[in-house]
């Protein structure tokens, strides 16, 4: 049985039509993906992204644990700070992408695993404790914190006038907020490629946050959309262990490998360093009329495959099909002509840079 959010009630009231998201019964829209996502665009969109997982850690090896953890280096982190990060197999290849955050008291870090991979990565830190003899503890608080988005040019004003107060946050920052009374973290964060910022909640509180936002309230649907439109990966789709194994420097990642560190996948990551990527994750854009899907091979002019897409949409602010995928690096650069095979028929494109959308 999928979980359930603290706000589902909230988005069934609201007519929102659910799916099964990484185990969790999310909405995929409420009205339509296009006007959440113009909506997000143009002025401001609310999401409930309660389904992300939270692992807190805190005593005294928490950093270290955190370093062999993840891939970035986590000590230059001062309190209410935040950095986005990868976590690795022993071979290098990618379990998560996620952000961490030194929480404003300075004692705790608090890491984001995608939907579903909440037990995953709290099992893993344990390991790391253990093998690493580690004075740490772990906690998996995902249904401790209810998390929503506030996002689009317009979302500042709307802390503002929810807090009474100014929005103070620089990039990647994240601090104690009170929001209609609750006590909430709010962090300077987002998958949409807009201003906006994140707020975690107490579970049980998270109704309260959610409707002190007077705005358009968006599901999944338009966040694909979005993130698609910045070139953001998509876990379990743009990469996974299982079906898209990848490592970051193949999924454009490289900056955030520090490999002065001592992490789980280090000397493997070290050598696709040295080597360079036989892939790379880049944007393709289709000349011909079609949408590239999940799934559709990528090929030179001459019908040689190449590669394939891993994500793909009719992008709604620019009116152009667009996808994400994986090519060999020979064939990555920039305004390379290529083909996208759509149900047998291949169809013109060109390798693009992303984000497609200037933000």
Known sequence: MSRQTPL?????DRG???TDFGGWEMPVEFDSIRDEHDSVRETVGKFDVSH????ELGGPDAPELLQRLTTNDVSGLDPGEAQYTAITDADGIMLEDTVVYRLPDGETYLFVPNAGHDEAMAERCAWIREEWDL??????????????AVQGPDAIDRFEAVAGSPFDLGRFEIGERELSGVDCLVASTGYTGERGFEILAPWGDAPTVWDAFDCQPCGLGSRDTLRMEMG???????FDP?????DPFSAGLGFVVDLDTEFVGRDALEAVY?????????GVKLIDRGIPRHGHPITTPAGEEIGHVTSGTMSPTLGDPIGLGYVDSEHASADTLVRVVVRDEPKK?????????DR
């Open 349 to 357: 494109a060109r390798i693009r840079t992303t984000p497609f959308v």
């Open 274 to 282: 040295e080597e360079g990527p036989t892939a790379e994750f880049v």
């Open 242 to 246: 299982e079906d898209e194994p990848r």
């Open 135 to 148: 004075e740490a503890t772990v906690d998996n608080a995902t249904t401790g914190w209810a998390m929503l």
């Open 8 to 12: 589902y009630q909230r988005h069934t």
């Open 52 to 55: 992300m997982g939270e692992i």
């Open 16 to 18: 929102a039509r659910f």
């Open 232 to 238: 953001f990966l998509l876990s379990g789709q743009d």
